[in-house]
Structure formats: structure tokens, C-alpha cells
């Protein structure tokens, strides 16, 4: 609006041959050195929302749709004063475990088995977070929280080492010679319970 302001009066000024003209240019093309253009000369000033990078076959990628979340907020609990009672900052993010197109076949299985006690009856996966006074930090530590665990679902359990295998077999015969003791020093006490007979003198 300020430009096509700016732009009427100087194309009046123009025709009119106002000696004040090169003054009022000099003026309105005038730029702050702390101006967005001066500190970030290379930079584009308009919005750019970059692409989701691409899904990777049977893997997470890390990248959450917002889109397919249900958020919703409600008033914190714990310390915080009125203002706790005021602002909704706690956040409940929820989404369907069955059609979560950007969760693998195998996690999506994977998140139903071993979280069934954060799924309720409809198939909505829910997590939670009211770690701060901010809807917005607490709606990043949700995304977090729900991120982490879908790549420790992902993880696979390291294959255990020969130095490993080694340990265990150590330790398993050590069990073994310790439970063959205490199994002997058991039956003697035992045997030593035991009334006197005739054969025993």
C-alpha cells in the first residue's frame, strides 16, 4: 500500500517537474543499514516452506504431516500460578495408528503391539506434553517425544559380539558351579538334621 502510494506522487511530481523530485526518489528508495536486505543481502525475504523429504521403502524419516495430527490443548497442571489456570498450554497430539500413510507397514504394527496403553478405542495413538509454559514448545516437545519413538520402534537390536558371546558363556557356567555348591551345601545340612540311626555308630 505505502509503495503504491509512494509511486502516485512520484509520477505527479514527474509531471508537474517539481524541483523537489530527485529529493522525494532520493527519499522514498532510501534503505535503513539495519534493513532486512543490508544484514541478509543473499537471502529471500519471502516464506519458503521446504518439500517433505522422500520416504524411505520400510523406514521413518523423521518427517511428522501436521496435517494428519488431531492437536488439541487444555489448561496445565503443577505450578505455574493464574496463569496456569488462564492459557491451555498442555498439548494432546493424537493421530490413527491404521491410516498413518507416512508410518511404515511394520512400525504402524510395531506402535499397535508395544503401546496399546497409549491407544484408545478408536485406534488414535495420543501422546502428551506440558513440559513448559508455551503451547509452541510444548507441541515441539510432543512432535520430539512421538519422533523418539518411532525410531526406537525402527531400531534393530544389535547382533551381540564373540567377545560378548564369550562373557555370557562365562558367566552361565559360573551360575552353573555356584548353584551345584549351594545345591551340596544344602543336602549335608540336610543329612546332618537327620536323628542318629544304629548304622551310623
Known sequence: MMRRIGG???RVACKKGNK??????RA?????????????PNSKLSIYTPPPPEQSPGKFNGYIPIKELQ??????SGPG???VN???TKVHVQFKVESASWLPEKTRQKLLQEHRNKINKDGCFIIKSDLTRSQQMNLADALNKLRNLIWELEREPAKPTEETLEKLRRRHERAAKERLILKRNRSDVKANRQSPTVDSF
Do not use: F, P
Open 28 to 40: 522514498y528508495s532510501y534503505q535503513s543499514e539495519i534493513s532486512l536486505k543490508s544484514l541478509y
Open 71 to 76: 492437536i488439541t490443548y487444555s489448561a496445565s
Open 86 to 88: 488462564r492459557v491451555n
Open 8 to 10: 502516485v506522487i512520484l
Open 20 to 25: 523537489n523530485y530527485s529529493a522525494l526518489s
Open 81 to 83: 500460578g493464574q496463569h
